[in-house]
C-alpha cells in the first residue's frame, strides 16, 4: 500500500517549493478551503487541497479489499509450498533411513535427484514470491488510478488546481486543517466503490440460469 503513498508524495516537493515562493516572493495570499462545504474557496492563482493518506487508506474499502485479496493468495501460496516442502523432506528421511542399503551408484543417483528437487523447490518459492508481488502491484495501481480519476474529477467541479497527499512523517510539517478534503474524498470513493459492487452483484443476478 506504499506506493500510492509513495507517488503522490513526489507531488509534494513540487508543492512545497511553490509555496515558499509565493510566500516571500509577496506573491498571492493562500485562502482556507471550507472543509465543511462543497466549494472551495478559490486562489487567485492555484486552489490547493489535500489529502490525509493515512485517513484514505485506512477508511476507504477498497483497500480492505486489496489487503483480503493478497491475505487470501499468500495464504493460498503457502500451503502449496509447504505441501512441495514436506513432500521433499520425506523422500530425503527415506533416502537417509535406507542410504546404507544401497550402492554408491545408487545413492549417489538418488543424492543428485534430491538436489534437482531442492533446487526446484527454491525455484517455486521464488515464483510465487514474484506472483504476489506483481498481484500487488497490480491492485495497487487499481487503486492508485480510481483514487487518481475521483481527484481529477473532484478538482474539476471544485475549482482545485493541485491535490497533494499528506501524512505524518511525510515531507510536509504543517497543513491546515481548512485545506483537508480527505473526509469528502473518502465518502466519494466508498460510494463509488458500493455503486460499482452494487452494479457488480446485480449484474450476475440477471446472467443466472432460471430453474
Same mark, same amino acid.
Given at each position: 500500500?506504499?506506493?500510492?503513498?509513495?507517488?503522490?508524495?513526489?507531488?509534494?516537493?513540487?508543492?512545497v517549493a511553490y509555496l515558499f515562493y509565493v510566500q516571500f516572493s509577496g506573491g498571492t495570499e493562500i485562502k482556507?478551503?471550507?472543509?465543511?462545504?462543497?466549494?472551495?474557496?478559490?486562489?487567485?492563482?492555484?486552489?490547493?487541497?489535500?489529502?490525509?493518506? @493515512?485517513?484514505?487508506?485506512?477508511?476507504?474499502?477498497?483497500?480492505?479489499?486489496?489487503?483480503?485479496?493478497?491475505?487470501?493468495?499468500?495464504?493460498?501460496?503457502?500451503?502449496?509450498?509447504?505441501?512441495?516442502?514436506?513432500?521433499?523432506?520425506?523422500?530425503?528421511?527415506?533416502?537417509?533411513?535406507?542410504?546404507?542399503?544401497?550402492?554408491?551408484?545408487?545413492?549417489?543417483?538418488?543424492?543428485?535427484?534430491?538436489?534437482?528437487?531442492?533446487?526446484?523447490?527454491?525455484?517455486?518459492?521464488?515464483?510465487?514470491?514474484?506472483?504476489?508481488?506483481?498481484?500487488?502491484?497490480?491492485?495497487?495501481? @487499481?487503486?492508485y488510478d480510481r483514487v487518481s480519476a475521483f481527484l481529477k474529477d473532484y478538482g474539476k467541479k471544485h475549482d482545485?488546481?493541485?491535490?497533494?497527499?499528506?501524512?505524518?512523517?511525510?515531507?510536509?510539517?504543517?497543513?491546515?486543517?481548512?485545506? @483537508?478534503?480527505?473526509?469528502?474524498?473518502?465518502?466519494?470513493?466508498?460510494?463509488?466503490?458500493?455503486?460499482?459492487?452494487?452494479?457488480?452483484?446485480?449484474?450476475?443476478?440477471?446472467?443466472?440460469?432460471? @430453474?
Amino acid at each position: 500500500m506504499k506506493n500510492l503513498s509513495v507517488v503522490l508524495n513526489v507531488i509534494l516537493v513540487i508543492a512545497v517549493a511553490y509555496l515558499f515562493y509565493v510566500q516571500f516572493s509577496g506573491g498571492t495570499e493562500i485562502k482556507e478551503i471550507d472543509s465543511d462545504g462543497d466549494m472551495p474557496v478559490a486562489f487567485d492563482e492555484v486552489s490547493i487541497a489535500y489529502v490525509n493518506s @493515512d485517513s484514505l487508506l485506512a477508511n476507504y474499502k477498497l483497500t480492505e479489499e486489496i489487503a483480503n485479496k493478497l491475505a487470501v493468495k499468500q495464504s493460498k501460496f503457502e500451503k502449496e509450498y509447504q505441501n512441495r516442502a514436506e513432500g521433499l523432506q520425506s523422500e530425503i528421511n527415506d533416502f537417509q533411513r535406507t542410504a546404507a542399503n544401497l550402492t554408491v551408484a545408487q545413492g549417489k543417483a538418488l543424492e543428485e535427484n534430491l538436489m534437482k528437487k531442492q533446487q526446484n523447490l527454491m525455484r517455486y518459492q521464488e515464483s510465487l514470491s514474484t506472483q504476489l508481488r506483481q498481484e500487488e502491484a497490480k491492485l495497487n495501481e @487499481d487503486l492508485y488510478d480510481r483514487v487518481s480519476a475521483f481527484l481529477k474529477d473532484y478538482g474539476k467541479k471544485h475549482d482545485l488546481q493541485l491535490v497533494l497527499t499528506y501524512s505524518r512523517g511525510s515531507g510536509v510539517l504543517y497543513a491546515n486543517e481548512g485545506l @483537508d478534503i480527505s473526509k469528502q474524498v473518502i465518502d466519494g470513493l466508498n460510494k463509488e466503490y458500493e455503486s460499482s459492487k452494487t452494479g457488480t452483484t446485480e449484474k450476475e443476478e440477471s446472467t443466472e440460469t432460471p @430453474d
